[in-house]
C-alpha cells in the first residue's frame, strides 16, 4: 500500500483530521445548547386558514392538560391586549422562501412581534374563543429537540468530514481546499437551519435575522467554492485572477442580499442560485471539451460531474425551483439537504474508483481508522452519559461494542466495497499455473496468460503495444501495461473493472507478482520441455546407432523369409518410433494411408480375402508424427485382428478427416471369437486413441458386420509428459 506524502509542515492528517471531528462535534454541541435556550411550548402544530392547528402536545410540557389534538389556536393575545391573528402563519417557513425583500421583512417583523409576546405573559386563543395562558418552560429538553435537528446536522458533518478528509491529505492541492471550503459552508448552513427551522411558532426578530443571513452567507460560500472547483479541476479554466473573480461575485451576491439593494426578478433570494448552477454547467462542458483527448481525466469527470448536478439538481428540482416558481416545494428542507449532501458521497466513491484528487485506496482506510477511535469515544461519552457509569465501565464498554458492532460491520462493508474493485489474485493463480506448465507451445501459454490477466484486472480492453520488460501505468492509471512472457508484445489493459475505475498503484504490485510467478513456472517448464527433448534425442541416437544395427543383421543373416519379414516389420516400427522422436515433420493423411494401404493389400491377397478401400476426396490434413504412427497401428491392428480372428469374406476400411479430427472405420463380415474384443490387440489400439485423446469402439452393428471405429482429434497430439506408449 503506498501511504500519502507528509507534508513538510504541519500535522500529520490524522491527528488533523481528529481534531476537526472534535471541533464539528463541539459545535454541533454549541448548536444544541443554542437551540435549547428558547422558551418551550411542548406543542406541534400546521398552519390552517383559521389558525394553527395542533398535531401533538408533549405530556412534559407546559401546556399539557390545556391544549388537546386537533384544536386549532386562532391568536396570539399578548400581555398588553394586542390580538395577533396566526392565521395564514407557517411558523416552520424559511424567511427566504418569500420572493422579495419586502415579504421577507414582514415575515421577520411578525415573528418578532409574536416572540415578544411569548416573553411577555401572553395567552393563546382558540378558535372557540377559549382563552390559555402561557407559561413557557425556559429551556427546552434535548430529547424535544425533533429528528430534523439532528437530521441537519448528520449531513452537515458528512459533507465537513468529506471536504476536510480530502484536504488533510493533500492540502498542497487548490481543488483539495476548495472542496473543503464547500464541505465547511455546508456545514454552516445546515447549523444555522438547524438553529432556526426547528422553532417551535417564533424566534426574535434580530436573532432570526442573524441566523438567516449567516445561512446565506455559509450557502454562498459551499456554491462559490464548488463553482471555483469545478473552473480548476481537473483542468484549470481560468486565468491567474480568475478564483478571486469568482470570490468577488460571490460577495457581492450577499452584500446584496443583506443591504437589500437590488431586486432579482422572479425570487430575489434563490434566482441568483440558480444563475450560479448555469455557470456550472459551463464548466463542466469545457472541462469535457477540453478533456477530449485524456481518457482518464473524461473517466473521472463522468463521476465527478455526476456527483455535483445529480445532488445539487435534484435539491434544485425539488425545493429552490418550485419556490422560485411560486409553488411550494416538493420535499422538507430537511429532506432537501440529504439529496445535496449525497454529493460528497458521490466523490468519496470517485476517489475509490477513478482517484479523485490523487487519492487512493490507503484514504479508505485512513477513514476506517479514524472512524473504529471515534466510535469507542462517541460510545463512551454516551455511555457515561446516558446511564450514568464510572469512566472505566464506561470504557469497557464502549471498547466491547466497537469491538463487536463496529469493527465487523467496518469490515463487512469495506469486503463488499473491496470485492466490486478488486479480483482475489490467489484465487486463479491454480489455473495460471497449470495452463502455462501444461501449454505445449509459447502461443497457448500466451492465450493462458492474457484469460488471467482479464480474469483478475476485467479489463474494458486488451492491446497489443511495443515490448517492456516491467509492469508500469500508463494514462494516468487509465493504461496498465504489462510485459509479454516470451519477450513479446506486451498487452495493454485500458481501464480496470470493464471501464468503471483506473488502474493503481496497488494493481501494478499484483501484476508485478503474477509475472514473477508467471515467468518462474514459464521457465521451469521450458527447462522442462528442453529436457524431454533431449532425452529425446539421446534415446533416437542410441536406438538407430545400436537396435537398428542388430535389426539389419538379423534380416540378413535370416534363415527363412518369415523370420527376415518378421525382422523387417520391427525395423519398421523402430524407425517410426525414431521419427517420432527425432522429426517433427508433419506427413498428409494421403500419403500416410498410401504408404499403408500397399502392406495392408498384400497381407489380405495372401490371405485370399479382397479389401476395400474408402477415402475423403481432395487434400486431407497434416498428420504430426505420432498421429501418423497411432493412425498406422491401429488400422493395422485391426486388419490383422479380422484376419487372425474373424475368417471374413471381405474387409472394407474408411479413412477421412479434415481440420479437427480423423475419423476411420474396419468392418469386416466374418464372426469373431468369444474373447476377441477383450484380447490385447484391442487394448492396444485403445490405448492409442486415447493417447490422441481421442475414443475407439468396436462390436458388432446389427447388419451382420463387426465394426471398428474412431475419432482421432488434432488438437494436441503431442503426447505429454508421463504418458506411456503401448506396446509395439
Known amino acids: 500500500m503506498r501511504a500519502p506524502a507528509r507534508s513538510a509542515r504541519g500535522p500529520a492528517p490524522l491527528p488533523l483530521l481528529l481534531a476537526t471531528a472534535l471541533l464539528l462535534l463541539l459545535l454541533v454541541l454549541a448548536s444544541a445548547w443554542l437551540a435549547a435556550r428558547g422558551p418551550w411550548l411542548g406543542i406541534a402544530w400546521e398552519p390552517t ?84 395562558p402561557l407559561e413557557p418552560a ?109 470570490a468577488a461575485l460571490v460577495i457581492a451576491w450577499q452584500a446584496n442580499e443583506v443591504a437589500q439593494w437590488v431586486e432579482w426578478p422572479g425570487h430575489t433570494f434563490y434566482l441568483p442560485l440558480l444563475a450560479f448552477f448555469g455557470l456550472a454547467v459551463v464548466a463542466a462542458v469545457r472541462q469535457w471539451q477540453c478533456s477530449s483527448r485524456e481518457p482518464e481525466s473524461r473517466a473521472a469527470l463522468k463521476w465527478f460531474f455526476l456527483s455535483i448536478f445529480l445532488s445539487m439538481g435534484l435539491a434544485l428540482a425539488v425545493y429552490f425551483v418550485p419556490l422560485s416558481l411560486g409553488a411550494p416545494p416538493l420535499l422538507a428542507p430537511v429532506a432537501m439537504i440529504g439529496f445535496a449532501a449525497t454529493l460528497y458521497l458521490g466523490l468519496a466513491a470517485g476517489i475509490l474508483r477513478y482517484r479523485l484528487f490523487d487519492l487512493e485506496r490507503w484514504w479508505f482506510r485512513a477513514w476506517a481508522w479514524f472512524f473504529g477511535g471515534l466510535a469507542v469515544l462517541l460510545a463512551d461519552v454516551a455511555l457515561a452519559w446516558l446511564f450514568g457509569l464510572a469512566p472505566v465501565e464506561a470504557l469497557g464498554l464502549a471498547l466491547i461494542a466497537a469491538g463487536w458492532v463496529y469493527f465487523p460491520a467496518r469490515q463487512w462493508i469495506w469486503r463488499q466495497v473491496a470485492a466490486s474493485t478488486e479480483v482475489r489474485v490467489e484465487n486463479h493463480l491454480p489455473d495460471l499455473v497449470a495452463g502455462l506448465f501444461t501449454a505445449p507451445d509459447p502461443e497457448t501459454a500466451g492465450r493462458q496468460w492474457r484469460t488471467t490477466l482479464t480474469a483478475i484486472f476485467q479489463p474494458l480492453g486488451i492491446r497489443e503495444g511495443e515490448p517492456r520488460e516491467e509492469v508500469r501505468l500508463a494514462d494516468q492509471g487509465a493504461t496498465l501495461i504489462v510485459p509479454d512472457l516470451e519477450g513479446g508484445p506486451a498487452l495493454q489493459l485500458l481501464y480496470g473493472q470493464e471501464g468503471r475505475r483506473l488502474f493503481t498503484p ?223
Open 506 to 728: 496497488r494493481d501494478t504490485e499484483r501484476a508485478e507478482a503474477l509475472l514473477a510467478v508467471a515467468g518462474r513456472v514459464a521457465r521451469v517448464s521450458r527447462a522442462s520441455a528442453e529436457a524431454v527433448e533431449a532425452e529425446q534425442r539421446r534415446i533416437a541416437r542410441d536406438l538407430h546407432d545400436d537396435v537398428a544395427g542388430h535389426l539389419l543383421a538379423l534380416i540378413q543373416g535370416a534363415d527363412s523369409e518369415e523370420e527376415a519379414g518378421a525382422a523387417r516389420a520391427a525395423l519398421q516400427a523402430l524407425r517410426e518410433a525414431i521419427t517420432a522422436l527425432d522429426d517433427p515433420t508433419e506427413r498428409p493423411l494421403e500419403l500416410v494411408v498410401e504408404q499403408l494401404r500397399t502392406d495392408l493389400e498384400s497381407r489380405a491377397r495372401a490371405a485370399g480375402i479382397p479389401l476395400e478401400w474408402a477415402t475423403s476426396a481432395g487434400p486431407g490434413p497434416e498428420l504430426p508424427p505420432r498421429t501418423a504412427i497411432n493412425l498406422r497401428h491401429i488400422l493395422q491392428e485391426a486388419v490383422t485382428n479380422a484376419l487372425r480372428h474373424a475368417h471374413p469374406s471381405r474387409i472394407s476400411i474408411r479413412v477421412e478427416g479434415d481440420a479437427r479430427e480423423i475419423r476411420l472405420e474396419v468392418a469386416n463380415d466374418g464372426v469373431p471369437e468369444a474373447d476377441h474384443a477383450a484380447g490385447r490387440g484391442h487394448h492396444n489400439m485403445a490405448q492409442r486413441a486415447r493417447e490422441l485423446n481421442g475414443k475407439l469402439e468396436q462390436g458388432p452393428d446389427g447388419a451382420g458386420l463387426w465394426r471398428v471405429s474412431a475419432r482421432l482429434p488434432l488438437a494436441d497430439p503431442s503426447p505429454r509428459m508421463g504418458e506411456g506408449h503401448p506396446p509395439m
Open 49 to 132: 386558514p383559521g389558525g394553527l392547528q395542533v398535531t401533538d402536545v408533549s405530556e412534559e410540557g407546559p401546556l399539557a392538560g390545556h391544549l388537546a389534538e386537533g384544536e386549532i389556536v386562532a391568536a396570539l393575545r399578548a400581555a398588553d391586549g394586542t390580538r395577533l391573528p396566526l392565521a395564514g402563519l407557517d411558523p416552520d417557513r424559511d424567511p427566504h422562501n418569500e420572493a422579495d425583500y419586502a415579504g421577507y421583512n414582514a415575515y421577520l417583523d411578525r415573528q418578532g412581534r409574536l416572540a415578544e409576546a411569548l416573553n411577555s405573559g401572553a395567552h393563546l386563543v382558540t378558535a372557540d374563543g377559549r382563552t390559555i
Open 138 to 246: 425556559a429551556r427546552w429538553p434535548l430529547s424535544a429537540l425533533p429528528p430534523s435537528f439532528w437530521g441537519y446536522h448528520l449531513f452537515g458533518l458528512l459533507a465537513a468530514m468529506m471536504g476536510i478528509g480530502t484536504w488533510v491529505f493533500r492540502r498542497e492541492l487548490v481543488p483539495a481546499r476548495l472542496l473543503a471550503l464547500s464541505g465547511l459552508g455546508f456545514f454552516a448552513a445546515t447549523a444555522t437551519n438547524s438553529l432556526y427551522l426547528v422553532r417551535e411558532l417564533a424566534l426574535p426578530r434580530d436573532w432570526f435575522h442573524a441566523l438567516a443571513v449567516a445561512n446565506h452567507l455559509a450557502l454562498a460560500l459551499m456554491v462559490g467554492a464548488l463553482l471555483a472547483l469545478m473552473f480548476r479541476y481537473p483542468r484549470r479554466l481560468l486565468p491567474r485572477g480568475g478564483l478571486p473573480a469568482i
